[in-house]
């Protein structure tokens, strides 16, 4: 885009636009990986990558220079200035650069938002992934603490028994400032397994499991006297976690199901939960014996592939499809609908703790990666939410999987303007939540026998994933009512 050229709406394309067209011009994006979602970008009709590595760190820069501002790392003051357009305090108009203008979709990862958001004017039509202070819910520590927050809350305003709502995630303290209260809990419950995980690392990285108070103490003068590592000045933090010790197992093994959930507001709160996902299992028989043994404990697929019987073909992984089919047909599909609608409640009630603490802005969205685990008795557990979870598939069908999931994101987000906005669902997404539940349509019934549509939630993970039908269908409607 030439220099001063008024950019055009949001979304002005008019009527059916399948070619990808906003206002008078194509699509342009940034991605920052190297992986499905690439492709997903490269393949989709008229969308330009926008060329070059670093236009857009140095248009910041550039920018920042120009206002004579430093980042602080903190918000900035008027977070408004998304989509106020292109003037400064000053009144100066950044005509601009490659930050401004030259893309409208960017795919960035965490780090480069961390570093430019505070700095960065974004034009009425830019979206990009993250929301600037994501950390508040994907950090191990702070997902605890906003979730005991708002526990607390809820019980004070609507009493104990709404706060049991609450009881989907393991008792949690955050280590070292919290180690005497894990001290005295621990003696209350001699025999039990506790789990140490360090709040901001993944894919099972410093993990162990223990049962004894020596075990810790062991591992604390070795991680903290003297420092293990020369380029901290302070502790890690770590979280000390309640193991649950009674998963439940499939074929002898354990799992954990990743479940994708996109977020495009925080305020109001607007969810959409995607049907797919896949169940990741342990490569050797769950037994408590073994607690050093991360290939019975840790489900993550980065574990899991060096078992020294991993087997690449078959693989660890369950789609959500097949998962809810086989609880399904063990336990009825009611019981299953209702260890299901457990999911729905932490999904809401764990983006609710975060949700007046979030800086909502209207160009961010934020596709999580939530890790759940169900126990013997078919209860969900909430372990940890991804804010940027593994888009590199690792087969065919996980390439499927991904390549859908990423797809139908950009349908939601509908750059191409081709949608009503009133949606309830757009390919493998559903709409959760609206700033209030949302309930189900007919003939959205699959998982629901003689459901009732006043009373079903329109929230169907797992169930049949026609998403090339549904859209097929979905933008023949939407063309026609846009037509009228
Ligand atoms: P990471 O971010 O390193 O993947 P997680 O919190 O997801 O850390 O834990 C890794 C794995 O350990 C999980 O996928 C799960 O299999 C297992 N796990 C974690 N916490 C618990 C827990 N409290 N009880 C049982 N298993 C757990």
Not at 34 to 51: A, F, M, S
Not at 202 to 229: C, H, M, N, V
Not at 339 to 361: E, F, M, P, R, T
């Amino acid at each position: 885009m030439s220099k001063g050229t008024k950019i055009p709406g949001y979304m002005q394309g008019k009527g059916r636009n399948p070619r990808g067209i906003i206002g008078d011009r194509e699509i342009r994006y940034k991605c920052s990986l190297q992986n499905t979602i690439l492709d997903v970008l490269r393949g989709r009709p008229g969308w330009q990558e926008v060329p070059g590595q670093n236009n857009v760190q140095q248009n910041v820069q550039a920018n920042t220079k120009q206002q004579g501002q430093q980042s602080t790392g903190q918000p900035p003051s008027n977070t408004g200035k998304a989509g106020s357009g292109t003037t400064t305090t000053q009144g100066t108009t950044f005509g601009n650069k490659a930050s401004d203008g030259d893309w409208d979709f960017y795919w960035c990862d965490r780090e480069w938002l961390h570093q430019n958001y505070d700095t960065m004017f974004l034009y009425e039509h830019q979206k990009i992934l993250h929301f600037r202070n994501h950390y508040e819910l994907t950090r191990k520590n702070l997902m605890v603490k906003n979730l005991k927050r708002l526990k607390k809350q809820t019980e004070r305003e609507q009493g104990k028994a709404e706060g049991l709502s609450f009881e989907f995630f393991p008792t949690t303290y955050e280590l070292p400032s919290e180690y005497h209260i894990f001290v005295e809990e621990f003696k209350k419950n001699p025999g039990i397994i506790w789990i140490m995980k360090p709040a901001a690392r993944a894919q099972g990285r410093g993990i162990f499991l223990f049962r004894r108070l020596k075990d810790i103490t062991d591992w604390k003068k070795g991680e903290y006297q003297p420092l293990s590592d020369p380029n901290r000045d302070a502790p890690e933090t770590y979280v000390v976690q309640r193991y649950i010790e009674n998963p439940y197992l499939i074929g002898g093994r354990k799992f954990d199901v990743r479940v994708y959930v996109l977020v495009v507001s925080y305020n109001p709160l607007k969810v959409w939960l995607y049907r797919s996902g896949f169940a990741r299992f342990s490569n050797t028989r769950f037994s408590l014996d073994s607690i050093e043994d991360t290939y019975v404990h840790l489900t993550n697929v980065a574990i899991q592939k060096n078992a020294p019987d991993y087997d690449p073909d078959k693989g660890c992984k369950w789609s959500t499809q097949q998962l809810r089919k086989y609880l399904s047909a063990k336990h009825g599909v009611d019981a299953v609908r209702k260890a299901y609608k457990g999911i729905d409640n932490i999904i809401i009630k764990s983006l609710q703790s975060v949700q007046k603490i979030i800086i909502n802005d209207k160009h961010c969205f934020e596709m999580y990666g939530y890790d759940i685990l169900f126990d013997s008795d078919l209860k969900p557990w909430l372990i940890e939410i991804n804010a940027s979870p593994s888009l590199t598939a690792s087969g065919k069908e996980d390439y499927e999987l991904k390549f859908g999931l990423l797809n139908d994101l950009l349908n939601v987000l509908d750059l191409e303007n081709r949608l009503t906005g009133k949606e309830k669902r757009i390919g493998g997404w559903d709409l959760l939540w609206e700033d209030g539940p949302i309930l189900a349509d007919d003939g959205n019934m699959e998982c629901v026998p003689n459901g009732n549509t006043t009373t079903i939630p329109n929230s169907f993970l797992g169930c049949h994933n026609d998403r090339k039908r549904q859209l097929r269908e979905l933008y023949m409607a939407a063309q026609s009512v846009k037509k009228t």
